[in-house]
């Protein structure tokens, strides 16, 4: 599964992914493609555990479970996508293609998939 992973996130490196991770709640990192162009801190555990913080409490607005999260900042975009108990976090460009992410966040839930029946079970 990890040689899938990094071949599927790999290819879109060019354009503008930075780092795609798959983390459980508390952070912990289960499957992790990097660019080059990547710095340390952008695989630090904060940032998926603080989407497990505004997931929760963007439900409580009364709009169901959050599928994903968007965030843009001036710099990078990060996109995380929910897959309880895993969270799939994309950081990219600011400037590149966020359609062209949310596509390989769904693929990345298909891969993952069969990963989160096993922990289900």
Do not use: W
């Not at 599927?8 to 990192?29: E, H, K, N, P, Q």
């Not at 995380?80 to 769904?106: C, E, H, K, R, Y």
């Amino acid at each position: 599964m990890e040689s899938n992973f990094n071949q599927v996130c790999s290819r879109l490196f060019y354009s503008g992914l930075l780092v795609a991770m798959v983390t459980d709640r508390d952070g912990v990192i289960i499957l992790k493609s990097v660019s080059d162009k990547a710095k340390e801190s952008m695989t630090e555990p904060i940032i998926p555990t603080t989407f497990s913080i505004a997931n929760n409490q963007a439900s409580k607005l009364g709009l169901a479970h959050n599928k994903s999260i968007i965030s843009v900042y001036e710099q990078y975009q990060v996109i995380q996508l929910d897959q309880s108990p895993l969270i799939i976090t994309l950081v990219a460009d600011s400037t590149a293609n966020t359609g062209l992410f949310m596509n390989l966040g769904n693929d990345l839930l298909e891969l993952t998939e069969p990963l989160v029946e096993a922990m289900n079970e």
